[in-house]
């Protein structure tokens, strides 16, 4: 990591001061630094060091949190710039809460750590049927599909969208991953999942994993 100037804007994020690190992103940017340079070294390092803490025990979800917050706000000051320069996101990712279950606060922490990861996010919310997953893989055509589920009685959504997906033919056009509460790996994998993460920090390593290993 040779983050020099950009060590400020990265301990900012990692320690969540919102604030502090969109002006050391808007200073960056007008040191001419380049965006996508900002995002690697700056966000993108921060949120994998966040990351990291929380696998270690260090960190817990409000520091995940507050740190998940600075980092989506200095991306929103960065996106014209990352526009103009034609910067290239690491991945697509369609993610949504199966439906029938109305919890997001899993769900949008895997969305920040996500987007910290460099992907390109499209949030359907929550109570998604399988259908409108269906329809999300075939107009947005991401590279991922990400279903969460923090009700037992709701998992049984996440194999409706798998086999929907089977039979519109569609299956192999995006990876599946899934998570939440009582969602197990063994779940996963009966269900034909791709992948399964416990935690929002590792759902983005998964989700690198898998783009990186698309062959």
Do not use: W
Request: charged share 20%; proline share 5%; with cysteine.
């Amino acid at each position: 990591m040779s983050l020099t100037g950009l060590q400020p804007l990265y301990d900012a994020i990692l320690h969540g001061r919102l604030e502090a690190a969109r002006e050391e992103a808007q200073a960056a940017l007008q040191a001419g630094v380049a965006p996508d340079r900002i995002l690697r070294e700056g966000l993108i390092e921060a949120m994998t060091e966040t990351g990291r803490l929380f696998e270690a025990g260090e960190f817990y979800v409000p520091e995940m949190l507050v740190a998940a917050r600075a980092m989506k706000g200095c991306l929103a000051l960065l996106r014209p710039a990352l526009v103009a320069s034609d910067v290239q996101p690491a991945g697509r990712i369609v993610i949504g809460t199966v439906s029938g279950d109305l919890h997001d606060i899993g769900k949008n922490l895997v969305s920040m750590m996500l987007e910290g990861a460099g992907f390109e996010v499209l949030d359907l919310g929550v109570d998604v049927p399988p259908q409108r997953f269906l329809e999300a893989v075939q107009q947005d055509r991401p590279d991922i599909l990400a279903m969460s589920a923090l009700l037992t009685t709701t998992m049984a959504q996440m194999a409706k969208t798998v086999d929907a997906l089977a039979a519109a033919g569609i299956r192999g056009k995006a990876k599946v991953i899934v998570g939440g509460a009582p969602v197990t790996e063994g779940f996963a994998a009966k269900i034909g999942a791709d992948g399964y993460a416990p935690d929002a920090s590792r759902a983005a390593t998964l989700a690198k994993h898998l783009i990186t290993s698309r062959g």
